[in-house]
Protein backbone atom coordinates (compact mmCIF):
# COMPACT_ATOMS: atom_id res chain seq x y z
CA UNK A 1 0.00 0.00 0.00
CA UNK A 2 1.69 3.15 -0.93
CA UNK A 3 2.10 5.80 1.85
CA UNK A 4 0.16 9.14 1.56
CA UNK A 5 2.21 11.95 0.36
CA UNK A 6 3.67 13.73 3.51
CA UNK A 7 2.03 17.07 3.06
CA UNK A 8 4.36 19.59 2.81
CA UNK A 9 4.50 21.98 6.02
CA UNK A 10 3.98 25.54 4.70
CA UNK A 11 5.71 28.72 6.63
CA UNK A 12 2.95 30.72 8.30
CA UNK A 13 5.05 33.56 9.20
CA UNK A 14 3.69 37.15 7.75
CA UNK A 15 5.96 38.24 4.93
CA UNK A 16 7.51 41.63 7.02
CA UNK A 17 10.37 42.50 4.86
CA UNK A 18 8.84 44.80 3.03
CA UNK A 19 7.35 46.56 5.87
CA UNK A 20 9.64 49.24 6.49
CA UNK A 21 9.87 50.06 2.47
CA UNK A 22 5.69 50.36 3.14
CA UNK A 23 6.23 52.61 6.00
CA UNK A 24 8.89 55.04 4.54
CA UNK A 25 7.04 55.76 1.29
CA UNK A 26 3.84 56.59 3.85
CA UNK A 27 6.42 58.97 5.79
CA UNK A 28 7.34 59.93 2.35
CA UNK A 29 4.08 61.29 1.18
CA UNK A 30 3.24 63.00 4.49
CA UNK A 31 6.17 64.92 4.18
CA UNK A 32 5.22 66.74 0.60
CA UNK A 33 1.76 66.73 1.62
CA UNK A 34 1.75 68.61 4.85
CA UNK A 35 2.23 72.77 4.94
CA UNK A 36 4.76 73.70 7.04
CA UNK A 37 3.48 77.61 6.31
CA UNK A 38 1.95 79.72 8.66
CA UNK A 39 -1.13 81.71 7.60
CA UNK A 40 -0.65 85.53 7.68
CA UNK A 41 -2.92 87.96 7.63
CA UNK A 42 -5.42 90.61 10.40
CA UNK A 43 -8.26 89.42 12.24
CA UNK A 44 -11.71 91.62 12.53
CA UNK A 45 -14.81 91.26 13.86
CA UNK A 46 -16.81 93.56 11.96
CA UNK A 47 -19.88 95.40 12.92
CA UNK A 48 -22.19 96.09 9.81
CA UNK A 49 -23.92 98.99 9.64
CA UNK A 50 -26.42 100.25 6.20
CA UNK A 51 -26.34 103.92 4.73
CA UNK A 52 -28.71 105.41 7.28
CA UNK A 53 -26.95 103.98 9.84
CA UNK A 54 -23.98 105.30 8.70
CA UNK A 55 -25.82 108.80 7.77
CA UNK A 56 -27.17 108.87 11.37
CA UNK A 57 -23.26 107.69 12.69
CA UNK A 58 -21.32 110.78 11.02
CA UNK A 59 -23.85 113.07 12.01
CA UNK A 60 -24.22 112.44 15.81
CA UNK A 61 -20.56 111.59 16.64
CA UNK A 62 -17.65 112.18 14.40
CA UNK A 63 -16.99 108.72 13.05
CA UNK A 64 -14.09 108.64 10.63
CA UNK A 65 -14.51 106.94 7.87
CA UNK A 66 -13.08 105.56 4.82
CA UNK A 67 -14.42 105.48 1.02
CA UNK A 68 -13.18 103.61 -2.04
CA UNK A 69 -14.89 105.09 -4.88
CA UNK A 70 -13.07 104.83 -8.69
CA UNK A 71 -10.06 103.90 -7.35
CA UNK A 72 -9.25 106.07 -5.16
CA UNK A 73 -9.10 106.33 -1.17
CA UNK A 74 -10.53 108.94 0.82
CA UNK A 75 -10.34 109.46 4.36
CA UNK A 76 -12.89 111.48 5.72
CA UNK A 77 -14.22 112.47 2.23
CA UNK A 78 -10.87 113.93 1.35
CA UNK A 79 -8.46 111.79 -0.93
CA UNK A 80 -5.45 110.49 0.83
CA UNK A 81 -2.56 107.61 -0.76
CA UNK A 82 -2.67 104.38 1.44
CA UNK A 83 0.58 105.95 2.98
CA UNK A 84 -1.38 108.98 4.10
CA UNK A 85 -3.99 107.18 5.07
CA UNK A 86 -1.93 104.82 7.76
CA UNK A 87 -0.37 108.07 9.20
CA UNK A 88 -4.28 109.48 9.46
CA UNK A 89 -5.32 106.36 11.39
CA UNK A 90 -2.46 106.19 13.32
CA UNK A 91 -2.82 109.78 14.56
CA UNK A 92 -6.42 109.02 15.90
CA UNK A 93 -4.46 106.82 18.70
CA UNK A 94 -7.68 104.34 17.70
CA UNK A 95 -5.72 101.19 20.24
CA UNK A 96 -6.26 103.35 23.26
CA UNK A 97 -10.03 104.18 22.32
CA UNK A 98 -12.96 101.95 23.47
CA UNK A 99 -16.12 101.15 21.95
CA UNK A 100 -17.73 103.04 19.19
CA UNK A 101 -15.11 105.06 19.23
CA UNK A 102 -12.95 102.83 17.92
CA UNK A 103 -15.03 102.02 15.05
CA UNK A 104 -14.31 103.11 11.69
CA UNK A 105 -16.65 103.24 8.92
CA UNK A 106 -15.19 101.43 5.65
CA UNK A 107 -17.38 102.41 2.28
CA UNK A 108 -17.04 101.54 -1.47
CA UNK A 109 -18.84 102.82 -3.87
CA UNK A 110 -19.03 101.47 -7.46
CA UNK A 111 -16.22 98.63 -8.75
CA UNK A 112 -13.56 97.93 -6.30
CA UNK A 113 -11.39 95.00 -6.35
CA UNK A 114 -10.72 92.72 -2.60
CA UNK A 115 -6.55 94.24 -3.04
CA UNK A 116 -8.02 97.90 -2.36
CA UNK A 117 -10.20 96.82 0.15
CA UNK A 118 -7.94 94.83 1.87
CA UNK A 119 -5.52 97.15 1.95
CA UNK A 120 -7.85 99.92 3.29
CA UNK A 121 -9.03 96.92 6.12
CA UNK A 122 -5.77 96.01 7.22
CA UNK A 123 -4.92 99.68 7.88
CA UNK A 124 -7.75 100.34 10.05
CA UNK A 125 -7.10 96.93 11.77
CA UNK A 126 -3.20 97.92 12.14
CA UNK A 127 -4.46 101.16 13.69
CA UNK A 128 -6.26 99.41 16.50
CA UNK A 129 -9.65 100.23 14.63
CA UNK A 130 -12.83 98.37 14.66
CA UNK A 131 -13.93 98.28 10.83
CA UNK A 132 -17.68 98.52 10.29
CA UNK A 133 -18.60 97.95 6.62
CA UNK A 134 -20.75 100.33 5.45
CA UNK A 135 -23.08 98.14 2.80
CA UNK A 136 -24.74 99.98 -0.18
CA UNK A 137 -27.89 100.66 -0.41
CA UNK A 138 -30.60 98.99 -3.02
CA UNK B 1 53.39 30.48 20.93
CA UNK B 2 49.51 29.80 19.55
CA UNK B 3 48.39 33.35 19.06
CA UNK B 4 44.58 33.84 20.04
CA UNK B 5 42.03 33.44 17.37
CA UNK B 6 40.14 36.79 16.73
CA UNK B 7 36.87 37.15 16.03
CA UNK B 8 35.53 38.87 13.49
CA UNK B 9 32.66 40.78 13.90
CA UNK B 10 30.11 41.03 10.55
CA UNK B 11 29.72 44.82 10.08
CA UNK B 12 25.73 44.44 9.46
CA UNK B 13 23.18 47.05 10.43
CA UNK B 14 20.66 46.23 12.61
CA UNK B 15 17.38 46.25 10.23
CA UNK B 16 15.31 44.76 12.63
CA UNK B 17 13.65 47.70 14.40
CA UNK B 18 13.70 49.77 11.22
CA UNK B 19 9.96 48.72 10.44
CA UNK B 20 8.82 50.25 13.97
CA UNK B 21 10.73 53.60 13.51
CA UNK B 22 9.32 54.19 10.18
CA UNK B 23 5.86 53.67 11.68
CA UNK B 24 6.43 56.02 14.36
CA UNK B 25 7.58 58.34 12.75
CA UNK B 26 4.21 58.07 10.03
CA UNK B 27 2.09 57.74 13.11
CA UNK B 28 3.50 61.43 14.02
CA UNK B 29 2.78 62.96 10.58
CA UNK B 30 -0.38 61.97 10.51
CA UNK B 31 -0.99 63.37 13.92
CA UNK B 32 0.64 66.57 12.97
CA UNK B 33 -0.58 67.02 9.48
CA UNK B 34 -3.25 69.67 8.78
CA UNK B 35 -4.99 68.57 5.39
CA UNK B 36 -5.24 71.78 2.98
CA UNK B 37 -9.35 72.14 3.08
CA UNK B 38 -9.58 74.19 0.38
CA UNK B 39 -8.24 74.29 -3.07
CA UNK B 40 -6.13 77.39 -3.27
CA UNK B 41 -4.89 77.04 -6.74
CA UNK B 42 -7.12 79.75 -8.09
CA UNK B 43 -6.84 82.29 -5.24
CA UNK B 44 -3.97 84.95 -5.40
CA UNK B 45 -4.36 86.50 -1.92
CA UNK B 46 -3.92 90.14 -1.53
CA UNK B 47 -0.73 91.90 -0.41
CA UNK B 48 -1.21 94.33 2.71
CA UNK B 49 1.96 95.00 5.02
CA UNK B 50 0.51 95.31 8.21
CA UNK B 51 0.10 91.42 8.46
CA UNK B 52 0.78 89.31 11.27
CA UNK B 53 1.06 85.15 11.76
CA UNK B 54 -2.89 83.37 12.25
CA UNK B 55 -2.90 79.93 13.63
CA UNK B 56 -5.48 77.57 11.86
CA UNK B 57 -8.77 77.46 12.06
CA UNK B 58 -11.70 74.90 11.51
CA UNK B 59 -14.16 76.73 9.34
CA UNK B 60 -12.83 78.24 6.21
CA UNK B 61 -14.29 80.89 3.72
CA UNK B 62 -13.34 81.15 0.19
CA UNK B 63 -14.10 82.70 -3.21
CA UNK B 64 -11.82 82.40 -6.22
CA UNK B 65 -10.62 84.23 -9.41
CA UNK B 66 -13.97 83.50 -11.09
CA UNK B 67 -16.28 84.20 -7.95
CA UNK B 68 -17.04 81.04 -7.07
CA UNK B 69 -17.94 80.60 -3.15
CA UNK B 70 -16.14 77.71 -1.09
CA UNK B 71 -17.47 76.82 2.61
CA UNK B 72 -14.61 74.10 4.25
CA UNK B 73 -13.84 73.59 0.56
CA UNK B 74 -17.00 72.99 -0.13
CA UNK B 75 -18.75 75.40 -3.19
CA UNK B 76 -21.74 76.88 -2.13
CA UNK B 77 -24.27 78.86 -4.12
CA UNK B 78 -25.01 81.87 -1.86
CA UNK B 79 -23.86 83.77 0.98
CA UNK B 80 -26.97 82.75 2.74
CA UNK B 81 -25.59 79.43 2.43
CA UNK B 82 -22.11 80.31 4.38
CA UNK B 83 -23.53 82.27 7.34
CA UNK B 84 -26.24 78.85 7.97
CA UNK B 85 -22.78 76.84 7.80
CA UNK B 86 -20.68 79.42 9.70
CA UNK B 87 -23.39 80.11 12.30
CA UNK B 88 -24.35 76.12 12.65
CA UNK B 89 -20.18 75.36 13.37
CA UNK B 90 -20.22 78.26 15.98
CA UNK B 91 -23.34 77.08 17.74
CA UNK B 92 -22.48 77.56 21.83
CA UNK B 93 -18.84 79.61 20.97
CA UNK B 94 -18.28 83.07 23.10
CA UNK B 95 -14.56 82.88 22.73
CA UNK B 96 -13.75 85.74 19.87
CA UNK B 97 -10.25 83.22 19.37
CA UNK B 98 -12.96 80.17 19.27
CA UNK B 99 -15.34 82.18 16.52
CA UNK B 100 -12.76 82.92 13.85
CA UNK B 101 -13.63 82.19 10.36
CA UNK B 102 -10.56 82.08 7.58
CA UNK B 103 -10.96 83.81 4.86
CA UNK B 104 -9.45 83.94 1.72
CA UNK B 105 -10.29 85.83 -1.53
CA UNK B 106 -8.84 86.26 -4.87
CA UNK B 107 -7.36 89.91 -4.93
CA UNK B 108 -9.04 91.01 -8.17
CA UNK B 109 -12.93 89.83 -7.35
CA UNK B 110 -14.99 92.44 -7.50
CA UNK B 111 -17.01 93.88 -4.18
CA UNK B 112 -20.37 92.82 -5.25
CA UNK B 113 -19.69 89.14 -4.15
CA UNK B 114 -17.16 89.64 -1.52
CA UNK B 115 -19.03 92.17 0.60
CA UNK B 116 -21.89 90.06 1.32
CA UNK B 117 -19.83 86.97 2.22
CA UNK B 118 -17.88 89.20 4.87
CA UNK B 119 -21.76 90.60 6.26
CA UNK B 120 -22.69 86.72 5.83
CA UNK B 121 -19.76 85.80 8.17
CA UNK B 122 -20.60 88.76 10.52
CA UNK B 123 -24.11 88.41 10.84
CA UNK B 124 -23.09 84.26 12.08
CA UNK B 125 -21.03 85.66 14.61
CA UNK B 126 -17.87 84.80 12.78
CA UNK B 127 -14.38 87.01 13.01
CA UNK B 128 -12.59 87.58 9.96
CA UNK B 129 -9.60 86.37 9.61
CA UNK B 130 -8.37 87.55 6.24
CA UNK B 131 -5.51 85.39 4.71
CA UNK B 132 -2.96 87.36 2.60
CA UNK B 133 0.80 88.00 2.05
CA UNK B 134 2.77 90.09 3.57
CA UNK B 135 4.35 93.13 1.49
CA UNK B 136 7.43 94.57 2.28
CA UNK B 137 7.42 98.24 2.78
CA UNK B 138 8.75 100.56 0.37
CA UNK B 139 12.38 102.01 1.39
CA UNK B 140 12.37 105.63 2.52
CA UNK B 141 15.10 107.89 1.33
Redesign the interface.
Given at each position: MPFARRKEKRDLDIP?DS??DI??L??IF??L???LS???????????ADASQKQAAATDTKTPGVQIAGGKLLFNEQEVSLDTL?DRLLDLQLGKKEGQEKVVMLE?AG?????T???A???I??AGGVVA?V?EGE | MKLPKTRRVTPAVPLASMGDIAFLLTIFFILTSNFAKDDTRKIKPPTARELEQMEKQNVSVSIDSDGGMFFNGRPVASPATIEAGVAGFLTGKKDPKDRMVVFRCDQGVDKKVFEPVLAAISKAGGVIAAVGESSQPPARN
Open positions: TVSAFLIFITTTKLSGFTAELPSRAAVDYQYYQMAASAIE | -
